[in-house]
Protein backbone atom coordinates (compact mmCIF):
# COMPACT_ATOMS: atom_id res chain seq x y z
CA UNK A 1 0.00 0.00 0.00
CA UNK A 2 1.50 3.56 -0.72
CA UNK A 3 1.85 6.19 1.50
CA UNK A 4 1.51 9.83 0.78
CA UNK A 5 4.65 11.39 -0.84
CA UNK A 6 4.90 8.03 -2.54
CA UNK A 7 5.80 7.97 -6.85
CA UNK A 8 3.05 6.25 -9.02
CA UNK A 9 4.77 5.91 -12.43
CA UNK A 10 2.84 5.82 -15.77
CA UNK A 11 3.62 4.52 -18.86
CA UNK A 12 2.64 7.48 -21.60
CA UNK A 13 2.36 10.99 -20.82
CA UNK A 14 -0.83 12.21 -22.99
CA UNK A 15 -4.29 13.39 -21.50
CA UNK A 16 -5.31 10.40 -19.24
CA UNK A 17 -1.98 10.42 -18.01
CA UNK A 18 -2.13 14.12 -17.39
CA UNK A 19 -5.40 13.56 -15.89
CA UNK A 20 -4.06 11.02 -13.47
CA UNK A 21 -1.11 13.28 -12.20
CA UNK A 22 -3.49 15.67 -11.59
CA UNK A 23 -6.24 13.83 -9.55
CA UNK A 24 -2.71 12.07 -7.64
CA UNK A 25 -1.78 15.62 -6.26
CA UNK A 26 -4.64 16.38 -3.49
CA UNK A 27 -4.04 12.85 -2.46
CA UNK A 28 -0.25 13.91 -1.94
CA UNK A 29 0.96 11.11 -4.53
CA UNK A 30 3.76 12.07 -7.10
CA UNK A 31 4.11 11.02 -10.42
CA UNK A 32 6.60 10.20 -13.01
CA UNK A 33 5.96 9.29 -16.44
CA UNK A 34 7.52 7.23 -18.69
CA UNK A 35 7.20 8.43 -22.39
CA UNK A 36 9.03 7.96 -25.75
CA UNK A 37 8.39 11.18 -26.89
CA UNK A 38 9.12 14.42 -25.40
CA UNK A 39 6.15 16.15 -26.16
CA UNK A 40 3.62 15.62 -24.18
CA UNK A 41 0.43 17.00 -21.77
CA UNK A 42 1.20 14.65 -18.85
CA UNK A 43 4.91 16.57 -18.47
CA UNK A 44 3.77 19.71 -17.71
CA UNK A 45 1.89 18.44 -14.11
CA UNK A 46 4.28 15.71 -13.18
CA UNK A 47 7.27 15.71 -10.17
CA UNK A 48 9.06 13.28 -13.21
CA UNK A 49 9.59 12.72 -16.06
CA UNK A 50 11.96 10.00 -18.56
CA UNK A 51 11.87 9.88 -21.98
CA UNK A 52 12.63 7.10 -23.43
CA UNK A 53 11.57 3.87 -25.13
CA UNK A 54 9.89 1.31 -24.08
CA UNK A 55 12.22 -1.36 -25.04
CA UNK A 56 14.95 0.79 -23.41
CA UNK A 57 15.81 -1.82 -20.10
CA UNK A 58 18.30 0.42 -18.12
CA UNK A 59 15.96 3.04 -18.59
CA UNK A 60 12.82 0.75 -17.60
CA UNK A 61 15.26 -0.35 -14.66
CA UNK A 62 16.32 2.86 -13.22
CA UNK A 63 12.35 4.03 -13.58
CA UNK A 64 11.16 1.38 -11.83
CA UNK A 65 13.45 1.88 -8.65
CA UNK A 66 11.92 5.67 -8.42
CA UNK A 67 8.39 4.55 -8.18
CA UNK A 68 6.09 2.49 -5.73
CA UNK A 69 3.75 1.47 -8.17
CA UNK A 70 3.49 1.07 -12.10
CA UNK A 71 0.24 1.69 -14.20
CA UNK A 72 -0.23 3.29 -17.92
CA UNK A 73 -2.94 5.03 -19.77
CA UNK A 74 -3.02 2.79 -23.17
CA UNK A 75 -3.13 -1.14 -23.45
CA UNK A 76 -0.73 -1.43 -26.13
CA UNK A 77 2.09 -1.61 -23.51
CA UNK A 78 4.30 -4.68 -24.84
CA UNK A 79 4.46 -7.50 -22.58
CA UNK A 80 8.28 -7.33 -22.66
CA UNK A 81 8.26 -3.87 -21.02
CA UNK A 82 5.54 -4.81 -18.44
CA UNK A 83 7.47 -8.44 -17.65
CA UNK A 84 10.86 -6.15 -16.94
CA UNK A 85 8.73 -3.25 -14.74
CA UNK A 86 7.11 -6.05 -13.04
CA UNK A 87 10.43 -8.34 -12.36
CA UNK A 88 11.19 -4.71 -10.16
CA UNK A 89 7.93 -3.09 -8.85
CA UNK A 90 4.39 -4.10 -8.60
CA UNK A 91 2.46 -3.44 -12.44
CA UNK A 92 -1.28 -2.68 -11.84
CA UNK A 93 -3.76 -3.75 -13.78
CA UNK A 94 -1.67 -6.75 -13.94
CA UNK A 95 -0.12 -7.78 -17.63
CA UNK A 96 -2.57 -10.11 -18.08
CA UNK A 97 -5.44 -7.85 -18.65
CA UNK A 98 -2.90 -5.91 -21.61
CA UNK A 99 -2.38 -9.78 -23.25
CA UNK A 100 -6.00 -10.39 -23.67
CA UNK A 101 -7.12 -7.25 -24.14
CA UNK A 102 -4.45 -6.55 -26.95
CA UNK A 103 -6.12 -9.36 -29.46
CA UNK A 104 -9.33 -9.37 -30.14
CA UNK A 105 -9.48 -12.45 -30.72
CA UNK A 106 -7.95 -13.33 -27.07
CA UNK A 107 -10.29 -10.75 -26.01
CA UNK A 108 -13.54 -11.92 -27.29
CA UNK A 109 -12.78 -15.47 -26.69
CA UNK A 110 -12.08 -14.37 -22.87
CA UNK A 111 -15.66 -12.61 -23.03
CA UNK A 112 -17.64 -15.28 -24.06
CA UNK A 113 -16.47 -17.83 -22.16
CA UNK A 114 -17.47 -15.71 -19.33
CA UNK A 115 -20.81 -16.17 -20.84
CA UNK A 116 -21.47 -12.60 -21.90
CA UNK A 117 -22.42 -11.84 -25.53
CA UNK A 118 -20.44 -10.76 -28.49
CA UNK A 119 -20.98 -10.34 -31.95
CA UNK A 120 -20.09 -13.74 -33.91
CA UNK A 121 -16.23 -13.49 -34.68
CA UNK A 122 -13.96 -15.75 -36.40
CA UNK A 123 -10.23 -15.14 -36.26
CA UNK A 124 -8.79 -14.94 -40.19
CA UNK A 125 -5.03 -14.59 -40.97
CA UNK A 126 -5.35 -15.50 -45.20
CA UNK A 127 -7.66 -14.22 -47.71
CA UNK A 128 -8.78 -17.87 -48.31
CA UNK A 129 -9.82 -17.97 -44.32
CA UNK A 130 -11.74 -14.29 -45.29
CA UNK A 131 -13.72 -15.98 -48.17
CA UNK A 132 -14.57 -18.94 -45.74
CA UNK A 133 -15.52 -17.00 -43.00
CA UNK A 134 -17.63 -15.03 -44.91
CA UNK A 135 -19.57 -17.85 -45.79
CA UNK A 136 -20.46 -18.49 -42.05
CA UNK A 137 -20.60 -14.36 -41.00
CA UNK A 138 -22.39 -13.21 -44.26
CA UNK A 139 -22.42 -9.44 -45.19
CA UNK A 140 -22.69 -6.98 -43.74
CA UNK A 141 -19.51 -7.77 -41.18
CA UNK A 142 -16.54 -5.93 -39.98
CA UNK A 143 -13.14 -7.18 -40.55
CA UNK A 144 -10.53 -6.10 -37.51
CA UNK A 145 -7.31 -6.14 -37.54
CA UNK A 146 -6.10 -8.21 -33.98
CA UNK A 147 -3.82 -5.69 -32.24
CA UNK A 148 -3.09 -1.93 -32.70
CA UNK A 149 -6.88 -1.18 -33.68
CA UNK A 150 -8.50 1.61 -32.06
CA UNK A 151 -11.05 4.58 -33.28
CA UNK A 152 -12.11 2.39 -35.99
CA UNK A 153 -8.53 2.37 -37.16
CA UNK A 154 -7.58 -1.47 -38.75
CA UNK A 155 -11.20 -1.96 -39.90
CA UNK A 156 -12.98 -2.47 -42.27
CA UNK A 157 -16.85 -2.54 -43.28
CA UNK A 158 -17.47 -5.49 -45.73
CA UNK A 159 -20.70 -4.32 -47.25
CA UNK A 160 -22.57 -6.39 -49.86
CA UNK A 161 -20.66 -4.57 -53.01
CA UNK A 162 -17.31 -4.67 -51.33
CA UNK A 163 -15.29 -8.23 -52.05
CA UNK A 164 -12.92 -9.89 -49.77
CA UNK A 165 -10.07 -8.81 -50.90
CA UNK A 166 -10.54 -5.41 -51.36
CA UNK A 167 -10.97 -5.43 -47.63
CA UNK A 168 -8.11 -7.83 -46.63
CA UNK A 169 -6.26 -4.88 -48.77
CA UNK A 170 -7.62 -2.22 -46.68
CA UNK A 171 -6.32 -3.58 -43.59
CA UNK A 172 -3.12 -4.50 -45.19
CA UNK A 173 -3.18 -7.86 -44.80
CA UNK A 174 -2.98 -8.21 -40.87
CA UNK A 175 -3.96 -11.18 -38.89
CA UNK A 176 -7.88 -10.23 -37.92
CA UNK A 177 -11.02 -11.54 -37.34
CA UNK A 178 -14.54 -11.16 -39.13
CA UNK A 179 -17.01 -9.78 -36.61
CA UNK A 180 -20.99 -9.64 -37.28
CA UNK A 181 -22.13 -6.02 -38.26
CA UNK A 182 -24.50 -5.02 -35.58
CA UNK A 183 -27.19 -3.18 -35.96
CA UNK A 184 -27.70 -1.29 -33.24
CA UNK A 185 -29.55 1.36 -31.13
CA UNK A 186 -27.18 2.71 -29.15
CA UNK A 187 -23.52 2.05 -27.72
CA UNK A 188 -22.89 2.70 -24.42
CA UNK A 189 -19.92 1.61 -21.42
CA UNK A 190 -19.52 1.01 -18.18
CA UNK A 191 -16.80 2.78 -16.31
CA UNK A 192 -15.64 0.55 -12.93
CA UNK A 193 -12.71 0.00 -10.95
CA UNK A 194 -11.70 -2.76 -8.94
CA UNK A 195 -9.73 -2.57 -5.48
CA UNK A 196 -6.47 -4.53 -4.57
CA UNK A 197 -8.79 -5.94 -1.99
CA UNK A 198 -11.45 -7.01 -4.24
CA UNK A 199 -13.81 -4.26 -3.76
CA UNK A 200 -15.97 -3.64 -7.10
CA UNK A 201 -17.71 -0.52 -8.27
CA UNK A 202 -19.23 0.84 -11.80
CA UNK A 203 -20.35 4.29 -12.35
CA UNK A 204 -23.48 4.81 -14.06
CA UNK A 205 -23.86 3.81 -17.56
CA UNK A 206 -22.95 5.91 -20.36
CA UNK A 207 -24.26 6.57 -23.67
CA UNK A 208 -21.66 7.46 -26.36
CA UNK A 209 -21.99 9.21 -29.57
CA UNK A 210 -19.17 8.70 -32.17
CA UNK A 211 -18.15 11.14 -34.72
CA UNK A 212 -15.91 9.88 -37.68
CA UNK A 213 -15.05 6.91 -35.09
CA UNK A 214 -14.17 9.35 -32.76
CA UNK A 215 -16.47 9.61 -29.36
CA UNK A 216 -17.70 13.08 -29.88
CA UNK A 217 -20.31 12.94 -26.68
CA UNK A 218 -21.30 10.75 -24.00
CA UNK A 219 -24.48 11.38 -22.18
CA UNK A 220 -25.80 10.06 -19.10
CA UNK A 221 -28.20 9.03 -17.73
CA UNK A 222 -28.35 6.19 -20.65
CA UNK A 223 -31.82 6.37 -23.00
CA UNK A 224 -31.71 1.84 -21.43
CA UNK A 225 -34.51 0.35 -19.41
CA UNK A 226 -33.44 -0.12 -15.47
CA UNK A 227 -32.50 -4.26 -16.26
CA UNK A 228 -30.00 -3.52 -19.09
CA UNK A 229 -28.31 -0.81 -16.93
CA UNK A 230 -27.96 -3.08 -14.21
CA UNK A 231 -26.72 -6.13 -16.88
CA UNK A 232 -24.13 -3.67 -17.91
CA UNK A 233 -22.73 -3.03 -14.43
CA UNK A 234 -23.07 -7.04 -13.32
CA UNK A 235 -21.12 -7.62 -16.67
CA UNK A 236 -18.45 -5.01 -15.94
CA UNK A 237 -18.02 -6.80 -12.48
CA UNK A 238 -17.68 -10.59 -13.98
CA UNK A 239 -14.91 -9.02 -16.22
CA UNK A 240 -13.16 -7.52 -13.68
CA UNK A 241 -13.19 -10.25 -11.22
CA UNK A 242 -12.39 -13.20 -13.93
CA UNK A 243 -9.46 -10.96 -14.34
CA UNK A 244 -8.10 -10.09 -10.96
CA UNK A 245 -8.09 -6.19 -12.21
CA UNK A 246 -7.11 -3.91 -9.93
CA UNK A 247 -7.74 0.05 -11.14
CA UNK A 248 -10.10 1.57 -13.49
CA UNK A 249 -11.62 -0.15 -16.91
CA UNK A 250 -14.33 0.46 -19.44
CA UNK A 251 -16.33 -1.85 -21.07
CA UNK A 252 -18.08 -0.77 -23.91
CA UNK A 253 -21.05 -2.41 -25.57
CA UNK A 254 -23.58 -2.34 -28.30
CA UNK A 255 -27.47 -2.04 -27.26
CA UNK A 256 -29.77 -3.42 -29.80
CA UNK A 257 -33.29 -4.06 -29.50
CA UNK A 258 -35.18 -1.55 -27.55
CA UNK A 259 -37.82 -1.71 -24.64
CA UNK A 260 -38.15 -5.23 -23.34
CA UNK A 261 -36.32 -6.82 -26.49
CA UNK A 262 -32.87 -4.91 -25.36
CA UNK A 263 -29.81 -6.87 -26.02
CA UNK A 264 -25.93 -6.07 -24.72
CA UNK A 265 -23.45 -7.26 -26.81
CA UNK A 266 -19.81 -6.46 -25.45
CA UNK A 267 -17.77 -4.74 -28.04
CA UNK A 268 -14.82 -4.26 -26.02
CA UNK A 269 -12.93 -4.06 -23.01
CA UNK A 270 -10.08 -0.71 -22.08
CA UNK A 271 -7.76 -1.77 -19.43
CA UNK A 272 -7.28 1.72 -18.42
CA UNK A 273 -9.28 5.04 -17.63
CA UNK A 274 -11.34 5.73 -20.08
CA UNK A 275 -12.45 8.58 -22.81
CA UNK A 276 -15.93 7.61 -22.14
CA UNK A 277 -15.57 8.14 -18.07
CA UNK A 278 -13.96 12.27 -18.26
CA UNK A 279 -17.44 13.41 -17.12
CA UNK A 280 -16.36 12.30 -13.46
CA UNK A 281 -14.38 15.06 -13.46
CA UNK A 282 -17.44 17.25 -11.94
CA UNK A 283 -20.19 15.14 -12.42
CA UNK A 284 -19.56 12.39 -9.79
CA UNK A 285 -18.11 12.43 -6.13
CA UNK A 286 -14.46 11.19 -7.42
CA UNK A 287 -13.20 11.10 -11.03
CA UNK A 288 -12.13 8.33 -12.74
CA UNK A 289 -8.56 9.53 -12.44
CA UNK A 290 -8.52 9.61 -8.42
CA UNK A 291 -9.92 6.40 -8.58
CA UNK A 292 -7.42 4.77 -10.28
CA UNK A 293 -4.94 6.12 -8.48
CA UNK A 294 -6.66 5.10 -5.25
CA UNK A 295 -7.13 1.42 -6.79
CA UNK A 296 -3.32 1.21 -7.98
CA UNK A 297 -2.16 2.68 -4.36
CA UNK A 298 -4.21 0.00 -2.50
CA UNK A 299 -6.43 2.58 -1.40
CA UNK A 300 -10.37 2.15 -0.84
CA UNK A 301 -12.31 3.30 -3.92
CA UNK A 302 -14.55 6.23 -3.32
CA UNK A 303 -18.16 6.55 -4.08
CA UNK A 304 -19.15 6.88 -7.59
CA UNK A 305 -22.51 8.94 -6.87
CA UNK A 306 -23.39 10.77 -10.40
CA UNK A 307 -24.17 14.31 -9.71
CA UNK A 308 -26.77 15.23 -12.18
CA UNK A 309 -27.92 15.05 -15.74
CA UNK A 310 -24.15 14.70 -17.98
CA UNK A 311 -23.64 16.04 -21.11
CA UNK A 312 -19.66 15.28 -21.65
CA UNK A 313 -18.25 16.86 -24.81
CA UNK A 314 -15.14 16.19 -26.67
CA UNK A 315 -13.09 19.51 -27.91
CA UNK A 316 -11.32 17.71 -30.88
CA UNK A 317 -9.14 19.96 -33.63
CA UNK A 318 -10.17 23.43 -34.65
CA UNK A 319 -13.32 23.00 -31.46
CA UNK A 320 -10.01 24.10 -29.28
CA UNK A 321 -10.84 27.54 -30.93
CA UNK A 322 -14.40 27.73 -28.66
CA UNK A 323 -11.91 27.72 -25.80
CA UNK A 324 -12.76 31.76 -24.82
CA UNK A 325 -16.74 31.36 -25.17
CA UNK A 326 -16.63 28.29 -22.88
CA UNK A 327 -14.54 29.85 -20.52
CA UNK A 328 -17.24 32.15 -20.13
CA UNK A 329 -19.96 29.79 -19.79
CA UNK A 330 -21.11 29.61 -15.87
CA UNK A 331 -20.88 26.25 -14.14
CA UNK A 332 -19.63 24.41 -16.80
CA UNK A 333 -16.23 22.13 -16.19
CA UNK A 334 -13.59 22.30 -18.52
CA UNK A 335 -10.42 20.38 -19.15
CA UNK A 336 -8.06 21.66 -21.45
CA UNK A 337 -5.00 19.23 -22.57
CA UNK A 338 -2.32 21.85 -23.48
CA UNK A 339 -1.51 20.88 -26.55
CA UNK A 340 -0.11 23.34 -28.79
CA UNK A 341 -1.21 22.06 -32.28
CA UNK A 342 -5.00 21.44 -32.85
CA UNK A 343 -4.71 18.73 -35.51
CA UNK A 344 -7.82 16.46 -37.14
CA UNK A 345 -8.82 14.09 -34.91
CA UNK A 346 -6.60 15.03 -31.84
CA UNK A 347 -8.41 15.21 -28.63
CA UNK A 348 -7.59 18.58 -27.37
CA UNK A 349 -9.92 18.58 -24.15
CA UNK A 350 -13.25 18.14 -23.19
CA UNK A 351 -16.01 20.00 -21.01
CA UNK A 352 -18.73 18.29 -19.07
CA UNK A 353 -22.07 19.83 -18.33
CA UNK A 354 -24.05 19.15 -15.02
CA UNK A 355 -27.61 19.49 -15.05
CA UNK A 356 -28.77 19.56 -11.36
P1 LIG B 1 -14.06 -0.67 -32.17
O1 LIG B 1 -12.69 -0.18 -32.52
O2 LIG B 1 -14.18 -2.15 -32.21
O3 LIG B 1 -14.55 -0.09 -30.87
O4 LIG B 1 -15.06 -0.10 -33.29
C1 LIG B 1 -15.19 1.31 -33.52
C2 LIG B 1 -16.63 1.62 -33.90
O5 LIG B 1 -17.01 0.93 -35.10
C3 LIG B 1 -17.64 1.19 -32.85
O6 LIG B 1 -17.77 2.16 -31.84
C4 LIG B 1 -18.91 1.04 -33.71
O7 LIG B 1 -19.50 2.30 -33.94
C5 LIG B 1 -18.37 0.50 -35.02
N1 LIG B 1 -18.41 -0.97 -34.97
C6 LIG B 1 -17.42 -1.80 -34.57
N2 LIG B 1 -17.80 -3.09 -34.61
C7 LIG B 1 -19.06 -3.11 -35.05
C8 LIG B 1 -20.02 -4.15 -35.29
N3 LIG B 1 -19.72 -5.44 -35.12
N4 LIG B 1 -21.26 -3.79 -35.73
C9 LIG B 1 -21.57 -2.48 -35.92
N5 LIG B 1 -20.71 -1.46 -35.73
C10 LIG B 1 -19.47 -1.76 -35.29
Excluded at 13 to 22: E, I, N, T, W
Excluded at 345 to 350: A, D, E, I, N, P
Aim: charge should be negative; proline fraction near 5%; glycine fraction near 8%.
Amino acid sequence: MLKPGDTVGILGGGQLARMMALAAAPLGLKCHIFAPEGDNPAFDVSAACTIAGYEDEAALKAFSASVAVVTYEFENVPATTADILSAHVPVLPAPRALAITQDRFTEKSFIRELGLIVPDFIAVSSLEELDAALMTIGRPSVLKTRRLGYDGKGQAMIRPDVSASEAWDAIGHAPAILEAFVPFEREVSVVAARSLDGEFVAYDVCENRHKHHILDKTLLPASISAKTETSAKEAAKKIGDALGYVGVFAVEFFVAGSGDQEVLLVNEIAPRVHNSGHWTLGGAETSQFEQHIRAVSGWPLGSVKRLGQIDMENLIGDDIARWPDLLAESGLFIELYGKREARAGRKMGHITRVIR
